[in-house]
């Protein structure tokens, strides 16, 4: 079955960017579409975005002049990078699959997270 | 865009059932049939237990029912075991193609 791996550096600094990939086995990237959702300290989720496997994206628009979702097909990974950051992103980071359901035949984006990765916890201080 | 809410706690015994509430807007669950519900225990990633309002992914017990009236989602839990002493989080897609989570709500089972 398909499992999701999030990888990158636990501590980033004040006003740096923090980036994550998340590396996708079992499966295929393609034909999937992939999200990246946080979690903070008080146990808050935050969705980030949502990236589609022709590359086009939906980000948070709280968030979206700061980060950038990719998708790197070849290596079946997908990719978080998330600039100036603050002590208020701090957080466990997990990358998730977006989930599609075909009752009768037809498919459907349920738009619902089915598979996720086990997170990665991210400091921002100096 | 503002979080859905949802009520900090609920409980209940074995055996019991319990009702966990996710308000929202017209601009998310009151036109959405994309509302998800997520289990989530210490130190584990949260799992899927309901999409599209009423639907189980395969696997996750008949005793986890979803429901929606307006603006508000509910997440029923029947026959509570102990194992369902989690935290809860609901989500719903929005008019603006985002995704919106609740606060999320901590079951205890007494």
């Known amino acids: 079955q398909v499992q999701l791996q999030e990888s990158g550096p636990g501590l980033v600094k004040p006003s740096e960017t923090l980036s994550l990939t998340c590396t996708v086995s079992g499966g295929s990237i393609s034909g999937s579409y992939w999200s990246w959702i946080r979690q903070t300290p008080g146990k808050r989720l935050e969705w980030m975005g949502f990236?589609?496997?022709?590359?086009?994206?939906n980000y948070n628009p709280s968030l979206e002049r700061r980060v950038t979702i990719s998708i790197d097909t070849p290596k079946n990974q997908l990719s978080l990078k998330l600039a100036s950051v603050t002590a208020a992103d701090t957080a466990v980071y997990y990358c998730a699959r977006g989930a599609t359901y075909c009752p009768n035949g037809v498919c459907s984006k349920a738009r619902a997270f089915d598979v996720w990765g086990q997170g990665t916890l991210v400091a921002v201080s100096s | 865009q503002s979080a859905l809410t949802q009520p900090p706690s609920v409980s209940g015994s074995p055996g019991q059932s319990v009702t966990i509430s996710c308000t929202g807007t017209s601009n998310d669950v009151g036109n959405s049939n994309r509302v998800s519900w997520y289990q989530q225990s210490p130190g584990t990633a949260p799992k899927l237990i309901v999409y599209e309002v009423t639907n189980r992914p395969s696997g996750v017990p008949d005793r986890f029912s979803g429901s929606k009236s307006g603006n508000t989602a509910s997440l029923t839990i029947s026959r509570l075991q102990a194992e369902d002493d989690a935290d809860y989080y609901c989500s719903s897609y929005s008019i603006s193609s985002t995704v919106l989570f609740g606060g999320g709500t901590k079951l205890t089972v007494l």
């Open positions: 990236i589609y496997f022709s590359g086009s994206v």
